[in-house]
């Protein structure tokens, strides 16, 4: 398995450029979550998805939207890029909800996404 | 303002050294789970607390969770340079679904 892959791995946009953060996941996990880590900030909940055709925003969802046809995948669009969503951006899956023993989230690899 | 503090933020040891990371909020949270992140790499959970009180342990590493379930702490015994990484805390607030993390400790151990 290859668990939660995630591309690209860096990615340079200007302000007002769009674009689309890929994330798929092979372990049939019905719940799947978008984060971005700030420096000195820890990791900070955009969007998340409880299954196929069902998502929902977490504590930072403003400039993004999100998707999920297909239980595989959770693509993550930045529509009008700003400086302030540059930041390393982490996709990652669940078998259940968090929180509980054995609620483990995968963590794929990271985008970083610089906004100049 | 963030729902999860950690202290110290940064902290650098030699090999052998013992320390404690602290995760604390005034939130009570019915999970809480510690993470360790290297550099390039997407977190990877250690472990996963969910009794007031509990202490779990992983080899050197103990983990405990604060009786009133508000706090908790990782303490690493006789560290070693494999332990170098940024360890986070994160925590599911009673009656919700999703994961709030801490603000993270980077640990680097010194050979």
């Known amino acids: 398995n290859a668990g939660v892959t995630q591309t690209p791995k860096f990615r340079i946009l200007k302000i007002g450029q769009s674009m689309t953060l890929q994330c798929t996941q092979d372990m049939n996990h019905n719940y799947m979550y978008w984060y971005r880590q700030d420096p000195g900030m820890g990791l900070k909940l955009i969007y998340y998805?409880?299954?196929?055709?069902?998502?929902d925003k977490g504590e930072v969802p403003n400039g993004y939207n999100v998707s999920r046809s297909t239980t595989e995948d959770f693509p993550l669009r930045l529509e009008l890029a700003a400086p302030s969503q540059t930041s390393v951006y982490f996709c990652?899956?669940?078998?259940?909800?968090?929180?509980?023993?054995?609620?483990?989230?995968?963590f794929g690899p990271g985008t970083r996404l610089t906004v100049l | 303002t963030q729902l999860l503090e950690q202290s110290p933020q940064f902290l650098s040891i030699q090999e052998g050294e013992n320390l404690t990371v602290y995760c604390n909020s005034s939130?009570?949270?019915?999970?809480l789970q510690w993470y360790r992140q290297e550099p390039g790499e997407g977190p990877v959970l250690l472990v996963t607390v969910v009794t007031g009180g509990e202490v779990k342990k992983l080899k050197r590493l103990t983990f405990q969770f604060g009786d009133a379930r508000k706090d908790s702490s990782l303490h690493i015994t006789a560290a070693q340079p494999g332990d170098t990484g940024l360890y986070l805390c994160a925590g599911v607030q009673t009656g919700a679904n999703n994961l709030f993390f801490g603000t993270g400790t980077r640990l680097t151990v010194i050979p």
């Open positions: 990652a899956s669940s078998y259940r909800s968090s929180g509980g023993a054995g609620n483990e989230q995968f």
């Open positions: 939130s009570v949270f019915s999970s």
């Open positions: 998805s409880v299954g196929a055709g069902i998502t």
